[in-house]
């Protein structure tokens, strides 16, 4: 079974430029997440989707990012413009469906988008 | 608001055993991940405590006390290849991390 896959892997850009972030979950997972990693740091939750829908999206700084899953498959999530504190690991992770359940509720992780901010 | 606690760092030889204690304070909970990360990799799953008690799944064993707000992760015959950030994660219908227990394990 093929895993999340995300890209690019590393992105450097200078700070107001924009950015995105492509990722693609595991096949049949209904629930997508986007984290994001500062070095020394756990992974904090930007947003959550449950096929299209945003179930939360409480700790997106919605000013300046913003994120879609138009056809409730793959996702994109876009910087603009972006910040020196940006630089961090974007995650992105799925799901079997949100409701609860150690199946359901184990989210598997993609690689992650290394981005750097100059 | 939520309150995940975790070691820094740890160092162990191998062949050892580690233990590694999460301790949390949320506002809600349904289960508690405990994920493995190597540097420059993404996380990847090692255990779901949702009941109190102790969960082995080879040399990998996760504790949950739910009263204690409580969890540990046992590392058994600690290998090279263990040295990694360990993550405690709460699941309260969104997943909180905490900063991670980076675990080395020295010849």
């Not at chain 1, 996702?75 to 020196?84: D, E, G, R, V």
């Not at chain 2, 409580?70 to 997943?95: F, H, I, P, R, T």
């Amino acid at each position: 079974e093929a895993g999340v896959a995300q890209s690019p892997r590393y992105k450097i850009i200078e700070k107001r430029q924009s950015v995105a972030f492509w990722c693609n979950p595991i096949s049949g997972h209904a629930t997508l997440y986007w984290y994001q990693q500062i070095l020394g740091q756990g992974p904090k939750l930007l947003i959550q989707f449950q096929n299209n829908g945003v179930v939360d999206d409480s700790q997106l700084p919605k000013d300046r990012f913003s994120a879609e899953r138009l056809k409730g498959v793959d996702s994109t999530l876009k910087i603009q413009p972006a910040k020196l504190e940006d630089s961090a690991v974007y995650l992105c992770a799925s799901s079997l469906d949100s409701n609860p359940g150690p199946e359901s509720d184990t989210q598997y992780f993609g690689p992650g988008t290394r981005l750097t901010v100059l | 608001g939520q309150n995940i606690d975790q070691p820094t760092e740890m160092t162990a030889t191998e062949g050892a055993i580690v233990q590694i204690n999460c301790t949390y304070q949320t506002s809600g909970f349904n289960g508690l991940f405990w994920y493995q990360q190597h540097a420059g990799e993404a996380p990847t799953f090692l255990s779901y405590n949702v009941l109190d008690g102790l969960e082995e799944k080879g040399r990998f064993s996760s504790f949950l006390s739910r009263s204690k707000g409580y969890s540990y992760l046992l590392l058994k015959e600690l290998q090279m290849k263990d040295s990694a950030s360990y993550l405690c994660a709460v699941n309260d219908y969104k997943l909180s991390f905490g900063a991670g227990t980076t675990v080395t394990v020295r010849a």
